[in-house]
């Protein structure tokens, strides 16, 4: 994610490979811990779910977004591998952001992007 620097792809903010998590009985655990900037208006997934559909110009307006940052994820060798309406976040404005980078993989030339032999990504 630090290498990509598009609008419509979420920021990271910071990362540690060494954080403490406080759970609720009061033990501790090291964990890793992603600081990602802050989507406010949810996710495709949920907005979906309680709306009843887009109209044209909002949906043409999301895909320019999403087809930017997969521009930008492409040009700089990066397959996201996990595309998917909870994948796809908003700011406060509505614009669309792409997150989730967890199965990304990088320095991939354009004939490695199409299909390899082990599944990445959400099942149906």
């Not at 990509?4 to 890793?32: C, F, H, P, W």
């Amino acid at each position: 994610m630090n290498e990509l620097s598009n609008k419509s792809i979420i920021k990271m903010k910071g990362y540690s490979e060494r954080a403490e998590y406080r759970k609720s009985s009061g033990k501790t655990a090291d964990v890793s811990a992603i600081v990602l900037e802050y989507a406010s208006s949810g996710d495709l997934f949920d907005y979906s779910l309680h709306s009843e559909g887009f109209k044209e110009p909002v949906v043409r307006k999301f895909a320019i977004q999403l087809l930017e940052a997969l521009r930008d994820c492409h040009q700089n060798n990066i397959a996201h591998r996990d595309i998917k309406p909870q994948n796809i976040l908003f700011d406060d404005n509505f614009n669309a952001k792409l997150a989730d980078f967890g199965f990304a993989i990088s320095n991939i030339s354009s004939r490695e992007i199409t299909r390899t032999e082990n599944f990445v990504g959400t099942e149906k």
